[in-house]
Every structure is written in C-alpha cells, then in structure tokens.
C-alpha cells in the first residue's frame, strides 16, 4: 500500500474485554514500531519489530499488553482485560531499516468503557 | 536517562509573527534529533531532520549540543503552520539505534 495503515480506526470496548489492533506496514519495511499517544503525554514507545522479532519490549506498560509480527509484515497489538487507563491513541509506524525514517499509520483510538 | 522535553504545550503567535518551538534533550553521546509535525484529521509525518540541515516549509532548526537544544523556528509563521508538533531523540550508537524517543509535543495556534 501507499502507506502504513492501522485498523480499527476507531475501537469502543467494555473495560475487562481484551482488543486486537492491528497494523500493515509499508511493503519491504524491515523495523516495525508500536507507540501510545494519550493526552498530554507525547508519543510513549511500545515494542519494536526488526523483521518477525523483537529486540525492545521494554516499553509495553505491563503483561497485559503484547505484540506479534508474522511473516515480517502484519503486526498485531493485543491488550488483554483492558482497563480504562488503556484508553489512548495507539500508534504504528514502520521503516525500511532501524536507521531509516519512521512512516507512521493514522492511529486506532481505543476507548475503554 | 534519554530524554526530551518540550517545556511548552500551547503557543499562539499571530500571522507573519516569528515562532520558536522549544526542545531540550538529555543523552550522553550524539543523537540524532529530528521534528514531528501533525497537522489536524492527518498522521504524524517527519518535518525535519538535523543532519540534512535543510529548511523545510520555512522551518529550520539547529542543534545546540553545548546547550542539548535543538529548538524549531520559523521566521514568519502562516496559519497553515498551525498543527501540533513534536521532537523525538533517536540514539545513534550500536544496536539501540530504533527507538525514537519524543517529548510531549507543543501545539502552534498561528492566528489571523
């Protein structure tokens, strides 16, 4: 595609129930990022991708959260048993090398009832 | 700690007025730093990079490493110019050279 798309856009979800989100690199882009953007907070870091493995978790803010990345492409971002401090703008973006610029997707804005 | 901070979240300038957005960062060795910029309903795009040192829609900024200062400006601000932006620290030293790292942004309300 033209570039990084995410999906849902838009994701309302009961507090308790675990969510998907997922996220479709530019084709041929080997690092894949994962942020959170709340209110007022900037961009906080999730996980990082290079190819389907992944060097950095150290920002995924407790066990609930986890990432996979199949195939070297598609990335899947599960939060389980989703708490409304969850609620946020989460943030993918990809680029063709862990040096190279980072293309980001729109976001999918979860918001936990 | 590997750190930016943007010490302001609002600035409001009137058109043709010059606009400075603040950045401060704390890393010991040499970053590479670089602007965001996300207009309104559109995804966060790169502005700006220090090392291509280009100006880009007007903005140019400069890196200060005596200072840790990489501050955005622009001599006449427009109301295009509008939109929130953000610096980010990307470590440049062996293999945690991924991860960028951002302040919490400043928003640039250019007034009529």
């Known amino acids: 595609g033209a570039g990084v798309s995410q999906s849902p856009s838009n994701k309302v979800t009961e507090k308790g129930k675990d969510v998907e989100l997922r996220c479709d690199p530019i084709?041929?882009?080997?690092?894949l990022y994962w942020y959170r953007q709340s209110l007022g907070q900037g961009l906080e870091f999730l996980i990082y991708?290079?190819?389907?493995?992944?060097?950095?978790k150290s920002g995924l803010p407790s066990d609930r959260f986890s990432a996979e990345r199949t195939g070297g492409s598609v990335s899947t971002l599960t939060i389980q048993r989703t708490q409304q401090e969850d609620s946020a703008v989460y943030l993918c973006?990809?680029?063709?090398?862990?040096?190279?610029?980072?293309?980001f997707g729109q976001g999918t804005r979860l918001t936990v009832v | 700690a590997q750190r930016v901070t943007q010490p302001e979240k609002l600035l409001s300038v009137f058109k043709g007025a010059p606009v400075e957005l603040k950045c401060n960062y704390s890393y010991s060795g040499s970053p590479e730093l670089f602007w965001y910029v996300q207009y309104s309903r559109q995804r966060l795009q790169l502005l700006l990079r220090?090392?291509s040192r280009e100006s880009i829609k007007g903005f140019t900024a400069d890196l200060n490493k005596g200072e840790t200062s990489f501050h955005l400006k622009k001599p006449f601000a427009q109301e295009e110019d509008s939109a929130m932006y953000y610096c980010a620290l990307r470590s440049s030293r062996g293999d945690s050279s991924y991860k960028l790292i951002f302040g919490s942004g400043t928003r640039l309300l250019v007034r009529p």
């Open positions: 220090h090392i």
């Open positions: 991708f290079q190819g389907n493995s992944a060097p950095d």
């Open positions: 084709s041929g882009h080997t690092a």
């Open positions: 973006a990809s680029s063709f090398s862990s040096k190279g610029e980072a293309f």
